[in-house]
């Protein structure tokens, strides 16, 4: 299957913020956008200006940055939320955040989304008691998604549900670290999701 192999840490920069794309390391001072607050290659400390289409299109990189999705999947993410009821924009992040590897990278199964999504692909991951090991799995409300009892006693996984703990979780979601299992309470409100994203850029890109 396709993916991103581009460095994490260049992603970042290019994108100007943090990203969150190598775990622990983001939280301390080795964070690459600590140290070099500026795009990656020979231009990038020159600033330029960028045009409308040019920051739509970078909030769009972004986004799929964030969630480890390439254009096709995201274009496709965005077409099913402009189906749906409600504000489009509004419906594109809830559709992201509802996607199996995101939902098992904020139980703190994985200390990155894209740990969490290769852990989904080993088949660690269990849904209502069920195996699951699609990433773009849609957890629905009330679903219950646990560590399969094989893969509890993994280094990574422990470490990683360690540091989520000490961070806190997300509101929509309840966590029980011992069990190693978390209950999808809800779809998150908008106001709960990451102000840095401006989704009606998106929305305005795709809308050409």
């Known amino acids: 299957m396709a993916r991103n192999l581009a460095p994490k840490c ?28 500026y795009p990656p290659g020979q231009h990038g400390q020159k600033k330029g200006r960028l045009s409308d289409y040019g920051n739509q299109l970078r909030e769009k990189q972004k986004v799929k940055r964030i969630y480890g999705v390439l254009e096709k999947q995201f274009r496709n993410i965005y077409y099913a939320a402009d189906k749906q009821r409600g504000i489009t924009g509004d419906n594109l992040l809830q559709r992201l955040e509802s996607r199996l590897d995101n939902v098992t990278y904020h139980m703190g199964f994985g200390s990155s989304r894209c740990e969490a999504r290769q852990i989904v692909k080993h088949n660690c991951i269990l849904v ?11 957890v629905k409300n009330g679903d219950i998604v646990e560590v399969d009892k094989k893969a509890k006693n993994q280094l990574r996984i422990k470490t990683a549900i ?29 106001t709960e999701l990451p102000t840095s994203i401006n989704e009606s850029l998106i929305i305005e890109l795709y809308s050409k």
């Open 162 to 190: 360690e540091a989520a703990n000490n961070r806190n979780f997300p509101s929509w979601i309840e966590v029980n670290v011992k069990e190693m299992k978390g209950t999808y309470k809800e779809r998150p409100d908008r």
């Open 10 to 37: 260049k992603q970042c920069r290019r994108e100007g913020e943090k990203l969150f794309l190598k775990g622990e390391k983001c939280f301390t001072d080795k964070c690459a956008i600590e140290r070099r607050n």
């Open 128 to 138: 209502n008691g069920r195996r699951v090991n699609i990433p773009s799995y849609l």
